[in-house]
């Protein structure tokens, strides 16, 4: 099992910044590790995505304005997020697992942009 705990998220204005990070523990291989995010009402989408040697996946809406890292010595991944908008908010949940196949979720952070 791998376990996934989240932090960061809150209430920022609209234009700011927030950082995201998720450290995993556990036994389970992972290589994979990224955010995804949900709003009510509609399906989770993904944010962006990090596989172990260099790939990294953004959703479009974020391009150019958020940014995923991770520091492979602390199992931990970190979103930072600027020029934050108001749809923006959402629930953001950390995930893991192998090639982008993520079988492990953290329970998730609120994300709330106000206008």
């Known amino acids: 099992q791998v376990q996934l705990v989240e932090s960061g998220g809150g209430l920022v204005q609209a234009g700011g910044s927030l950082r995201l990070s998720c450290a995993a523990s556990g036994s389970r291989l992972i290589n994979a590790m990224g955010w995804y995010r949900q709003v009510p009402g509609k399906r989770r989408e993904l944010v962006a995505d990090i596989i172990t040697g260099g790939r990294i996946t953004y959703a479009d809406s974020v391009k150019g304005r958020f940014t995923i890292s991770r520091d492979n010595a602390k199992n931990t991944v970190y979103l930072q997020m600027n020029s934050l908008k108001p749809e923006d908010t959402a629930v953001y949940y950390c995930?893991?697992?192998?090639?982008?196949?993520?079988?492990?979720w953290g329970p998730g952070t609120q994300v709330t942009v106000s206008s």
């Open positions: 995930a893991a697992g192998f090639m982008s196949s993520y079988a492990y």
